[in-house]
């Protein structure tokens, strides 16, 4: 657990987990989400891999400077961070915004990849995804942040996981909330979705990837991952079953058996 100064300017939060002699896997997290809600994948990665989780700018324990930001601006903090801890090469996973980063990185900088995840996330900001995220913009601006989680939770899981998990998904609202981004650097962020588009490049991308969308994912649906896979060649498409926009949190058990064996069979 340490921050890091970095040469964009920006200090990140990291952690390492698992066999520090492991091939090192980097976790990117998405929109106002710090890096702990990548614990449950930590938790089967690190058995076989050197785990890296942190809090992107504007999240977490990481500094959040005003906005707005942009991906490529995300991207690159990324970069500075592998190149401060001294990693040459990993194997990326990214969600929703880190799924843009992660599509970003790979484009940019594709010899610092060694495979590729990107999990619910979408290649250019139009129809569906521009109205949702600019409707979360309008949330933050106009209700602050306990309206903008709520209000976002109502997206990221199906209804069928507030009716048999209700408990459990308040639980996830009380963590979001105690863990929650800087409004600052939460409306830098959504600026960073809202101007996200790599369409036209993600053909360049060349390493191995798998692409993932939860069935029922009302933040960014199928529609868009599916757009990523078709233009990524030999890429690898997974929808999870009744999944939801953070099937990694609702199901982790799938999720994790899923992703690590698609990593066992792509390196």
Request: with cysteine; charged share 20%; hydrophobic share 40%.
């Amino acid at each position: 657990m340490a921050i890091e100064q970095l040469s964009t300017g920006v200090s990140l939060y990291y952690e390492w987990h698992g066999d520090a002699d492991g091939p090192p896997v980097v976790f990117i997290r998405g929109t106002g989400a710090d890096s702990s809600r990548w614990l449950p994948q930590v938790e089967d990665y690190r058995r076989r891999y050197r785990c890296l989780i942190f809090d992107n700018r504007g999240s977490g324990k990481s500094s959040a400077p005003p906005g707005p930001y942009s991906v490529d601006m995300m991207t690159e903090d990324t970069v500075a961070l592998l190149d401060a801890l001294g990693v040459g090469t990993a194997h990326i996973s990214g969600l929703s915004l880190g799924g843009a980063i992660a599509l970003r990185l790979a484009i940019e900088h594709p010899e610092r990849v060694t495979t590729l995840q990107v999990h619910g996330s979408w290649a250019k900001t139009y129809g569906y995804a521009a109205m949702y995220l600019g409707f979360l913009k309008r949330m933050l601006e106009e209700g602050g942040l306990d309206l903008y989680y709520e209000g976002a939770l109502m997206y990221l899981f199906p209804p069928e996981f507030f009716i048999d998990h209700y408990d459990r998904a308040m639980e996830i609202l009380s963590n979001m909330k105690a863990h929650s981004s800087p409004i600052e650097g939460l409306a830098g962020q959504l600026d960073a979705n809202l101007s996200h588009d790599v369409r036209d490049r993600i053909h360049e991308i060349e390493v191995p990837t798998l692409v993932t969308v939860g069935e029922f994912d009302m933040c960014l649906p199928p529609h868009y991952s599916h757009e990523i896979h078709q233009t990524i060649k030999g890429s690898s498409y997974e929808i999870f079953a009744g999944g939801s926009h953070l099937f990694g949190l609702q199901d982790p058990a799938t999720f994790n058996e899923v992703t690590l064996d698609w990593l066992a069979k792509n390196w």
